[in-house]
């Protein structure tokens, strides 16, 4: 059975050092007591519940799975999985990062996103339960009417309450200007039918009711994007004070069943005449909806990074006790008749491929939560609006390239274990199978890497790009004239600068042929991927030279330059194909009706 340790170390020399995240608390008003020991001592008893409470549910859970009930449309999750949740509830962490005026402790984003990477390393299928309720909470906060943020806030925020976001229907997936569900009046409200599919976590029996966030059509909407609206379906319906009633029209008429996520419920719901109420303006959905996808992004993108981290732990651990073969350059292990697997390079480049992955990835999804906090904290409006833009830019990156590489990652981890790797009591091939959704849902992908593309940087004309680009070159100058820095300074400089050909190069090419564009996406996205880690890798590089040159024998500094070293040597020179493949164009991808009759 593997294990999870929370790695809190990881954590305080990203938030602390690299970053310093408490003195940029100080400067948001919200969080000017936020300081190191607090942030400690979140994180602290938050790898507790994850490590103790959760992940030892995570093997059973996937093994026992949900249960339908079909008469009464009820979902009964995995044994120890409602009580984990309570436990969850009386310990406040669903208020941990909300407004205290809905009762949230009003911590940062920032501690809120640790905090998620150890619950979806421990169980990421039981983390989806409560995990899109943030989102809930999220687009009700921003764009609810007065009533709804009194009656589902407040819910939502103790826990008491989950929500869900209710997008895809069976002929609809990303493409959701198809979708068909209709809302018609009925007086305050709407009666809403129709049909939703892959609903995580859309019906169980672990709270007293469910805030499904629907989109639907209303009669005269125009068709496509430009038609859609977004509703409030509660589970059980809810009186002006909150008040729990009937049961709603909305209810599971079946369970997926999933490559992984078993324990997960993830739904298929009808909506006969369900009531629901309106969420910001008439056909203006998508707007409302997007604040939900866009934290959900940031939190796929966690959910990787947590199963990278876990593979990666238990990886090491088993490559340190299995013994097969010699070592090549002669016995390593004299007193034993073979030497441990960790002593083969090719072992030691699959667990140093999941390391790299797992400590670039903390450190962008910490710099994501810091410029999270800030575009909806901080008192500068231009800070806030730079904040928000270099975001929107990573967003797709933190969803895409850290699901690539978590999918990777635990596959890697997987063959470390060789055989025994593909056997369910060891844990690994759950891990490879939990990571493979990630790759695919809030967008799979592809469409990220078009969003990342095409709209975040071709559409204004890579101005942002340019932004993130002069954060880079100034570290990048002031980091320059170190000797010790340059192997890693060297190799960020060079791609800043080939940054700027490339996109130029794909950019002209779409501007001709918007299908260049989708040719190049994909590569183009994992190019910028890398020159975000490299960015990372350098930062933590330069700390840890920093440290050892004030005398500081912690061997934690050494094994953080081994892993950037590893990183920069290993995995950092495939930009150099990606930026070739991208540019060998579209024709032979489209060109080959031959090839695909």
């Not at 859309?202 to 496509?224: F, Y």
């Not at 309106?278 to 959900?296: C, D, H, R, S, T």
């Not at 300074?489 to 001709?512: S, V, Y």
């Not at 050892?548 to 070293?565: C, H, M, S, V, W």
Request: glycine share 10%; net charge negative; with cysteine.
């Amino acid at each position: 059975m593997p294990s999870y340790n929370p790695p809190l170390r990881d954590m305080q020399f990203v938030l602390h050092e690299v970053f310093n995240v408490a003195e940029d608390f100080k400067q948001m008003p919200a969080y000017a007591e936020v300081d190191a020991d607090t942030i400690n001592a979140v994180l602290e008893e938050g790898g507790k519940f994850a490590s103790q409470v959760i992940q030892p549910l995570n093997i059973s859970g996937d093994t026992e799975g949900c249960t339908l009930d079909k008469a009464t449309h009820e979902v009964t999750p995995p044994k120890g999985y409602k009580e984990a949740y309570q436990q969850y509830i009386e310990g406040g962490w669903p208020a941990l990062s909300c407004d205290p005026e809905y009762g949230g402790q009003g911590l940062p984003a920032t501690i809120n996103g640790c905090f998620y990477e150890m619950l979806n390393a421990a169980n990421q299928a039981w983390t989806m339960y409560p995990g899109l309720s943030h989102g809930a909470y999220e687009a009700l906060l921003a764009h609810g009417t007065d009533w709804q943020k009194k009656v589902y806030l407040p819910k939502l925020v103790s826990g008491e309450w989950t929500g869900t976001m209710c997008l895809t229907e069976p002929h609809c997936g990303t493409d959701l200007g198809l979708l068909r569900t209709k809302a018609e009046p009925d007086g305050d409200s709407y009666l809403i039918s129709g049909e939703k599919i892959f609903i995580s976590a859309g019906e169980h029996n672990m709270v007293d009711n469910i805030v499904h966030l629907v989109l639907a059509r209303l009669p005269d909407a125009p068709a496509g994007s430009k038609g859609i609206s977004l509703f409030a379906v509660p589970k059980f319906n809810v009186d002006e004070n909150g008040t729990i009633g009937e049961r709603n029209g909305i209810y599971c008429a079946g369970l997926e069943h999933k490559m992984g996520i078993h324990s997960n419920a993830t739904a298929q719901l009808v909506l006969d005449k369900a009531r629901g109420t309106l969420i910001g303006q008439p056909n203006k959905g998508l707007q409302a909806m997007f604040v939900m996808m866009n934290a959900a992004r940031l939190g796929v993108g966690n959910q990787s990074l947590g199963l990278t981290e876990v593979a990666f732990q238990n990886a090491l651990a088993y490559a340190k006790d299995r013994i097969q073969m010699r070592s090549l350059s002669g016995v390593k292990a004299k007193d034993k008749p073979a030497d441990p697997i960790i002593v083969h390079p090719d072992v030691r480049r699959m667990l140093l491929t999941a390391k790299a992955y797992a400590e670039g990835g903390r450190a962008l999804s910490v710099y994501a939560g810091m410029l999270l906090d800030k575009e909806h904290h901080h008192p500068d409006e231009k800070v806030r609006k730079d904040s928000g833009e270099i975001l929107a830019l990573l967003t797709p990156i933190v969803k895409a390239f850290l699901t690539e590489n978590g999918f990777k990652a635990t596959v890697e981890c997987q063959q470390v274990f060789g055989g025994h790797g593909y056997i369910k009591e060891w844990g690994m091939e759950q891990f490879v199978r939990d990571a493979r959704i990630n790759m695919i849902y809030e967008g799979t992908n592809t469409v990220q890497a078009l969003d990342l593309l095409g709209r975040k940087v071709l559409g204004n004309q890579g101005a942002t790009l340019k932004k993130f680009g002069k954060e880079i070159a100034v570290f990048i100058e002031a980091e320059g004239v170190n000797e010790k820095m340059a192997e890693f300074i060297n190799p960020l400089a060079m791609l800043a600068d080939q940054m700027t050909k490339f996109t130029t190069e794909i950019g002209f090419r779409g501007f001709q042929n918007a299908d260049e564009v989708g040719a190049a996406a994909f590569d183009y996205m994992k190019v910028a991927g890398h020159l975000v880690f490299a960015y990372m890798f350098a930062r933590m590089a330069q700390v840890a030279l920093q440290k050892i040159a004030e005398g500081n024998t912690d061997p934690f500094y050494q094994g953080k330059l081994q892993t950037a070293r590893f990183y920069f040597a290993k995995l950092f020179p495939e930009t150099l194909t990606l930026m070739k493949t991208a540019r060998n164009g579209v024709k032979v991808l489209l060109d080959t009706d031959a090839a695909l009759a």
